[in-house]
């Protein structure tokens, strides 16, 4: 078992930054895909970047390529997301999650979730 909670979110202005965390406790030995995640009304949940736990390699959708990087302290077992550049495009839900069940880092297909941190940029 994991529990992942995100913290970080808010309002901020185009052009604006933000840095969500999310602090994983329960099983946060095992190497394991974690990621982001963010999702608006009415639409599922789309990946954003995710990192492997063991090389951390990373990966991101190309919407934030160049503007969002993922980081991970495994001695805090906390995952960060630095959002710069941020659009009103980005707003949305941000969700972090762990353990891919199968697919690639980007399908909506983790064991566990967060409950999710409000990101609104006004533009």
């Known amino acids: 078992q994991v529990q992942l909670v995100e913290s970080g979110g808010g309002s901020v202005q185009a052009g604006g930054s933000l840095r969500l965390s999310c602090a994983a406790s329960?099983?946060?030995?095992?190497?394991?895909?974690m990621a982001w995640f963010r999702q608006t009304p009415g639409k599922g949940r789309q990946a954003v970047a995710a990192?492997?736990?063991?090389?951390?390699?990373?990966y991101y959708t190309n919407s934030v390529k160049g503007r969002f990087t993922i980081t991970l302290y495994k001695t805090e077992n906390t995952m960060y997301l630095q959002m710069n550049s941020l659009k009103p495009e980005d707003t949305a839900m941000y969700y972090c999650a762990a353990h891919l069940r199968v697919g690639a880092w980007f399908a909506d297909n983790y064991n566990y979730y967060g409950q999710g941190t409000q990101v609104t940029v006004s533009s």
């Open positions: 329960g099983d946060t030995e095992s190497d394991k895909w």
């Open positions: 990192i492997y736990t063991l090389g951390e390699s990373k």
